[in-house]
Structures are given as structure tokens and as C-alpha cells.
């Protein structure tokens, strides 16, 4: 229970342990971020998250790898929120959303954030609000109490990366197109090898991660005959030396909720291709945008864009300027907080 201007926060990530993605790390730096304000945080994820939370935060880890209805998880979900009663109740993402819902009752105020698009968005219909990643997510939330918040990054520190390394050598070669992410179907990383064999560009194509689609996009390269100029290093644990070497970072997804690789290289500096997913439109000029994710209109985009190299970082200075005033750790958490307080203010106090 909160004392003056602490909150007591409860942050549920219902995933089932088995990969660390975008929604896994924006719970991870929100409650990094309110722990340091000084509140009381606690996380109810998977065990095979818990390395990952690190004190003041106070880890619960809970079988989140059984399903939504399974009544060991509910009873075991119910169990920890009686020990915590929190202020503020936050679902990241569906399956946590229905799961608060039916525990309502444990928390002063409940709120869940959507991270992408659903068919249904009726487990939030009972939470006290409703945040959205991107403009398209809010819009699309049917809530009386919907607000946007756009995923934030801790601003990048000059000195600090100057001592790093990255784990594979930057080629010398431009232009140079970088794409990142977990080497799974839905990045369409495929269609991007294929793009980028249609464009017939020069430079390199580096493709950084890992994931179950490497073997598969290895045999690729090769059935195209790119083995020279597409490469895929692995995962690289320092992306920023490689955004700000980049001619431009390129996101192929056929679905995103707000992609933290756009968030990274917009304040990076380096300027962004997209195929059209959420949350892209707010900040990229719509010439840097594909009509369609389908492999031709990604190769024109590409074609397009890298015959003229120099003056894409000029077309998205205004972008760049936004993602620094916008897209930075510290206004996510202050929209976030400031959400929490006006939630609290709105309901009856807790007797």
C-alpha cells in the first residue's frame, strides 16, 4: 500500500518464458524506471524472466506457460496480488489483460497496455484504462479511458558507446542497409532477402539476430547467390554503433504494435524504411514507407531510397527531432505515472 507519493505497482507479463521480446522489454525498463522514482514495484512474470529484473524490483515469478482459464494459474495469480495489494494493477498485453480483469478487486486501480492490433479487445473492456503503444492502437481501442504512450528508450550516452565494441566488424562498404530483430516468421526477413536481390543495390544488407528462421534464411542467401553482399553476424549486443554507422535501418514486419528498432535508430540518428505496421506513420515521412509489405514494393522502397543516400537523412531530420523529444525512457514513464495518478484520483478510495 502506497505512503504519501509512493504508489505500490503490480506489473503482469503473462507470456509463457520462452523468448524476450518488445513487450517483455518495455515492462522491464518501466519498472526499472518507477523503481527508481522511488515506488514499490513488483513483476509477476514467467521464472525464465526473472534474471532480468534486478533489485528494488521484486520479482514474482508465476506459470505463466498455462493458459489464461488454467485454475492453478488464476488461484496462483490471485494468491500473489492478496500478498501485494497494489495501487495500480498493469497488464502488458491480452492474456494479462483477461487475468486482471477478473481480479480487479486486488488492486486500487487497474490499467493494461496493448501492444499491438487483436481481433478483440474485450479483456480490457473492464480495466479502469487503456494504454496504446501507437496512434493506430489507441484509435482502435473501443474505451472510454484510452491513452496514447509511445514506447520510450533511455537516451543514448555518447561516452558510453564510444568505449563499447560491437560483437561483429562493421563493413566498410555503403551504402550499408541494417535490419535487427528476432529471426522469426513474422519479421519477414525472407522477403527482405528477396527485396533486396530485386533492387539490385549496391553495399551490404546485415540482417542482426537470432531466432528459429536462421537456417532458412542461410539457404536463402545462398539460392540467390548474395553471399557477398547479405550477412547475417548474429545478435549484437551493441546496435548503436551499428544504427549510427548505417545508411538507413530497414523494418520488413508484417505486424508491429511500435517497433523499438525505429525508437533506436531515430535517436541514433539513422533514418528508417518501413513496410506500413502500427506506429510507423507518426514519425516517418510516407516516402520512407512501402505501399504494401509484399517483396516488390519493399525492393522499390529500397531502390528507391538507397539511389539517393545522402539526402534521406536530411528527409527525416524532423524525425529524428521528434524521437528525441518524444521517444525517450524518461517521457514514457512520466505519461505512464501521470496515467496512474489520474486513474487513482478517479476511483473510490480503498477503505
Not at 221 to 229: K, S
Amino acid at each position: 500500500m502506497s505512503t504519501q507519493g509512493q504508489l505500490t505497482i503490480a506489473l503482469a507479463i503473462a507470456t509463457p518464458g520462452t523468448g524476450w521480446g518488445g513487450m517483455e522489454k518495455h515492462t522491464a525498463d518501466l519498472a526499472d524506471a518507477l523503481a527508481a522514482k522511488g515506488h514499490e514495484v513488483h513483476v509477476l512474470a514467467h521464472v525464465a524472466h526473472q534474471d532480468r529484473f534486478a533489485d528494488p524490483v521484486k520479482f514474482h515469478p508465476l506459470p505463466f506457460q498455462l493458459g489464461r482459464r488454467n485454475l492453478w494459474l488464476r488461484y496462483c495469480f490471485r494468491r500473489t496480488l492478496r500478498s501485494i495489494r497494489p495501487d495500480i494493477l498493469h497488464a502488458q498485453g491480452n492474456k494479462a489483460a483477461s487475468l486482471v480483469s477478473s481480479r480487479a478487486n486486488h488492486a486500487r486501480a487497474t490499467v493494461g497496455t496493448l501492444h499491438g492490433t487483436k481481433s478483440s479487445h474485450k479483456a480490457f473492456d473492464k480495466l479502469n484504462g487503456v494504454i496504446g503503444v501507437s496512434r493506430e492502437i489507441t484509435d482502435a481501442i473501443d474505451h472510454p479511458n484510452a491513452r496514447l504512450i509511445f514506447n520510450g528508450l533511455q537516451r543514448p550516452d555518447p561516452g558510453g558507446e564510444s568505449l563499447a565494441s560491437p560483437d561483429f566488424a562493421i563493413p566498410d562498404q555503403r551504402p550499408l542497409l541494417v535490419a535487427a530483430g528476432r529471426l522469426e516468421p513474422v519479421k519477414q526477413f525472407d522477403r527482405l532477402i528477396r527485396a533486396w536481390a530485386r533492387a539490385d543495390c549496391d553495399g551490404k544488407l546485415v540482417i542482426l539476430g537470432e531466432g528459429s528462421q536462421r537456417a532458412r534464411l542461410d539457404a536463402l542467401i545462398r539460392e540467390l547467390e548474395l553471399t557477398d553482399c547479405v550477412l547475417l553476424p548474429g545478435h549484437e549486443s551493441c546496435i548503436q554503433l551499428w544504427l549510427q554507422a548505417a545508411t538507413a535501418c530497414i523494418i520488413t514486419s508484417s505486424r508491429e504494435g511500435f517497433p523499438y528498432i525505429m525508437v533506436e535508430a531515430l535517436m541514433a540518428g539513422c533514418p528508417v524504411l518501413s513496410t506500413p505496421v502500427s506506429g510507423v506513420r507518426d514519425f516517418l515521412p510516407d516516402s520512407c514507407i512501402a505501399v504494401s509489405d509484399s517483396v516488390d514494393d519493399i525492393a522499390g522502397l529500397i531502390r528507391t531510397s538507397l539511389t539517393a543516400p545522402d539526402s534521406l537523412a536530411g528527409l527525416q531530420e524532423n524525425a529524428f527531432e521528434q524521437a528525441r523529444a518524444q521517444l525517450t525512457l524518461e517521457t514514457m514513464v512520466a505519461k505512464t505515472e501521470a496515467f496512474y495518478r489520474d486513474l487513482l484520483a478517479s476511483v473510490p478510495a480503498r477503505r
